[in-house]
């Protein structure tokens, strides 16, 4: 068996209790009882939540997950990180490597594991994990024997990125549900390296990892099962937009969403009909457009803090050494922590005030 990690990014960056209240929600509802269908148990859920997560929100998602041990809580602080790169979130598995490491999870580094990205109110088919383990396994010999004859710079790890090209869409508010073909898309993509590569799905934005397949001369691998293996959830909390447009509801699309998936559709009902739970009112539960919730901003902000972080640590190290409290260096690192104290008092008003 080789251990497979779902990341699942619940409310990072985000400090408003009712955006928890909704997002919870609906985790509740269509992911986690999803990835308790799943007719393999051999996965680790790693639930990738802020630092400073609401206390509420806190303890509302350990009650959901109570006695699942195979479901963990990993905080991120995103105004201490030291290093970001735009185009992926491989910090996120930075801080999912260390959690992993440090709970004894992983203590072989250089294994080869699957990680995969499963966000918190989108749903899998119930033979997903079974399936990518099978495949995955069928082609660790020839990642093993390829190793050698790899170059330099790509020695190190052979590997797959593995996708499902067909899913579903379904506009939760209207309850529209139709096909949905996106190959690479999130919670589509799954990848096979050794841990100590540092690759994982989170290490390309989702739609260009046929690209980020040739920069480490991964296998890319399309799997169509005949049938749909993920399901991709729209409603008024999303950063994305989205539009129903003329669509209706195909007959067969709805059957597999509520034969296939483990969706607990009465707590979905209970979100859709909530006012407290909705931003868009629910009464006008045929909602067929949505602006988004875009977080670009607070993006560059922490981005912005996490080069701060990194120049004020090199400061700071080069004051203590050189013990001259009136340098030009000085007066660089006394100006850059005020800035630093400034981007994070907007980065919490930004957690608090962005999303509601």
């Known amino acids: 068996m080789i251990q497979h990690f779902i990341v699942t990014r619940i409310g990072i960056g985000i400090q408003n209790e009712n955006w928890y209240s909704s997002i919870l929600s609906l985790f509740e509802a269509i992911t986690f009882p999803c990835l308790r269908a799943q007719t393999s148990t051999n996965f680790q859920s790693l639930l990738v939540v802020d630092k400073n997560i609401p206390a509420s929100a806190k303890s509302r998602l350990s009650t959901i997950i109570n006695g699942h041990t195979n ?27 260390d959690y992993l490491l440090a709970h004894r999870i992983i203590t072989d580094p250089f294994e080869y594991i699957i990680t995969s990205v ?20 069928a082609e660790m010999p020839e990642f093993l024997a390829s190793e050698a004859k790899r170059g330099t710079w790509i020695r190190h790890t052979a590997g797959m990125c593995l996708t499902f090209p067909d899913g579903l869409a379904w506009f939760a508010h ?23 590569s540092g690759i994982s799905a989170c290490s390309s934005r989702h739609k260009e990892w046929s690209s980020y397949c040739n920069v480490v001369n ?110 030009s260096a000085n007066l660089l690192l006394a100006n850059q922590r005020l800035l630093r104290s400034a981007l994070v008092r907007r980065f919490h008003e930004q957690a608090k005030e962005s999303f509601q």
């Open 71 to 97: 479901f963990h809580v990993v905080p991120i602080d995103l105004t201490a990180l030291w290093m970001v790169r735009q185009g992926c979130f491989d910090y996120v598995w930075d801080c999912c490597q």
């Open 118 to 137: 499963l966000d918190a109110d989108d749903a899998w088919h119930r033979g997903t994990v079974a399936f990518v383990q099978e495949r995955v396994l």
């Open 174 to 196: 209207p309850d529209v549900v139709v096909p949905f073909q996106f190959p690479f898309k999130s919670m589509s993509t799954f990848v096979a390296a050794r841990f100590s």
């Open 218 to 327: 991964f296998k890319p691998v399309f799997c169509e099962p005949n049938k749909p293996m993920w399901t991709c959830v729209r409603h008024d909390r999303t950063t994305t937009p989205w539009d129903v447009g003329d669509n209706t509801s195909e007959p067969k699309c709805v059957e597999a969403l509520h034969t296939d998936f483990g969706i607990d559709f009465d707590k979905v009902s209970h979100w859709r009909t909530s006012q407290d739970l909705r931003v868009a009112s629910p009464e006008n539960n045929s909602l067929r457009s949505h602006a988004g919730m875009p977080a670009t901003e607070q993006l560059d902000c922490y981005f912005r803090i996490t080069a701060l972080n990194r120049q004020i640590t090199i400061l700071e190290r080069e004051a203590s050494e050189r013990g001259d409290p009136n340098s």
